[in-house]
């Protein structure tokens, strides 16, 4: 078992060999501007303040995460060593987590968090994410803000905008997903 962990870990090594190195260093104050400028632009009554603030941690934070979670490779890599035991965290709901927990901790008058998944399809793994908007508005109308698909460097676009995934609101996908384990439960056996 021991051995085929191993010659795993070693093939996925060799195909992420040639991915840049995620950068963890410093954050460019252009690209937390354009953050800032992308929250403000989602409606009218968002304080500039805790846009500036919510973009700030964002990037701070996700870089943070990227220290804690030991990211050194390509995000599928990582998630690999993350499920054999060899890094701590990693995972996309553990990004969107742990992002929307940090900026939750602001208290923000003008501004809403949400969680978004984005459901398995044929060639594409099962997708979590942390979604920003302006107060009272729908996670739709939101900007993602995903450090897991870039390794670690913040990913953010309009929800509307990522026609990658087909996201939808986190508790409705895991309420689905409960029903499907519930009703497996209760139908009959099938006879042979």
């Known amino acids: 078992m021991?051995?085929?962990?191993?010659?795993?870990?070693?093939?996925?090594?060799?195909?992420?060999?040639c991915a840049a190195a995620p950068r963890h260093d410093t954050i460019d104050q252009h690209e937390v501007a354009g953050l800032a400028h992308a929250i403000l632009a989602l409606g009218e009554g968002i304080d500039p303040e805790e846009a500036r603030r919510a973009a700030q941690i964002a990037y701070g934070h996700s870089r943070q995460l990227?220290?804690?979670?030991q990211i050194t490779d390509p995000p599928l890599i990582h998630n690999t060593k993350v499920n054999m035991g060899l890094r701590p965290r990693g995972l996309c709901y553990h990004w969107s987590e742990d992002i929307e927990a940090r900026l939750l901790q602001e208290d923000f008058r003008t501004l809403d968090m949400h969680r978004a998944i984005a459901p398995a399809r044929l060639l594409q793994i099962e997708h979590s994410t942390a979604i920003i908007s302006r107060k009272g508005d729908s996670l739709?109308?939101?900007?993602?803000?995903?450090?897991?698909?870039?390794?670690?460097?913040?990913?953010?676009?309009?929800?509307?905008?990522d026609t990658g995934y087909n996201w939808r609101p986190r508790d409705e996908v895991l309420d689905q997903r409960r029903q499907t384990v519930t009703e497996r439960r209760q139908s009959p056996a099938l006879l042979p």
């Open 2 to 17: 021991k051995l085929t962990r191993l010659l795993w870990l070693l093939a996925i090594l060799s195909l992420g060999g």
């Open 66 to 69: 990227a220290r804690e979670y």
């Open 140 to 161: 739709f109308e939101g900007l993602i803000l995903d450090p897991w698909r870039t390794g670690g460097e913040l990913f953010w676009t309009p929800v509307r905008d």
